[in-house]
């Protein structure tokens, strides 16, 4: 049987194994297709493993719903460090956690030993086409008008900015992120063959510059009710267009993340994490390595 834990940051949940205490017995992609299932399953946007680490406090490996690899994800991180903290493991309110595309610093805010929230360092954004990747053109890529055609088969024009916080975002500020785009058009540009790794994609709508509200449909895993990296992106994305501030709200389906894109270069995400359930799966023979 396969101890689990169900955390959640901003609405944007995954099921957690504790990799230090036990050894993972299954084969992680199938692993995460199986429990992630919100019908026959646990039910998640993805699976996060907690590691040891050679380098850092501690390792997060993710794999999205659909099975596949995630380098980073900024709601999943605060979840690990929660866990990390309140469990002992790393019994220190700043941390260091590596991840698949970098090594992350945290900060926790705590409460007689309980999370309340934590502010992450995100790194420098990528904004070289080549590194993010897409093959738009621009360094950065700002404002590039593509055209796809939409379900309907009608072609339809759209003004897009990307963004790398360790995986592919591509931002569109839009008037209403009605579901005609997150749900059908979200898709169509995640495998669009402009980004050869696919990509994650945001639908803004601009309040003020000090306020924005956002849906993504996140690669691997469909619409999620918040996404880290994404905000992240949405600040970047917003300076460079001129439509917001370097310092926002960012609100998201499940909830506002505070996100600051400072004068050192560097993206800062504050939110919450939550503890939603523990449990046991039983891996199946079929999915056991």
Known sequence: MMQFIKMQGAGND???????????????????REISDRHFGVGGDGLVLIHPSQ?????????????????MCGNA???????LYEEDIVPKQKMTIETACENLS????????????????????????????TVLAGDPVVDQRITLKNTSGETQELRVTCV???????VIFVDHAIDELVLGIGPLIERDERFPKRTNVEFVEVLNRHHVRQRTWERGSGETLACGTGASAVC????????????ITNQLLGGNLEIEWAEDDHVYMTGPAVEVFRGEWNIPDGLRK
Not at 14 to 32: H, K, L, M, S
Not at 119 to 130: C, H, Q
Not at 236 to 247: F, H, Q
């Open 14 to 32: 995954y099921i957690y194994v504790n990799c230090f205490d036990e050894r993972f017995a299954g084969d992680p992609g199938q692993v995460a």
């Open 55 to 71: 380098q850092a406090d501690a390792r997060m490996q993710m794999f999205n719903a659909d099975g596949s690899e995630a380098e």
């Open 77 to 83: 991180i605060r979840c690990v460090a929660k866990y």
């Open 106 to 133: 945290l900060e926790l805010q705590a409460e007689k030993k309980q999370v309340c929230s934590v502010r992450v360092d995100m790194g420098r954004p990528i904004l070289e086409a080549e590194k993010i990747p």
């Open 164 to 170: 790398s916080m360790g995986n592919p975002h591509c």
């Open 236 to 247: 970047v994305a917003g300076v460079l267009t001129d439509r917001t501030e370097r310092k």
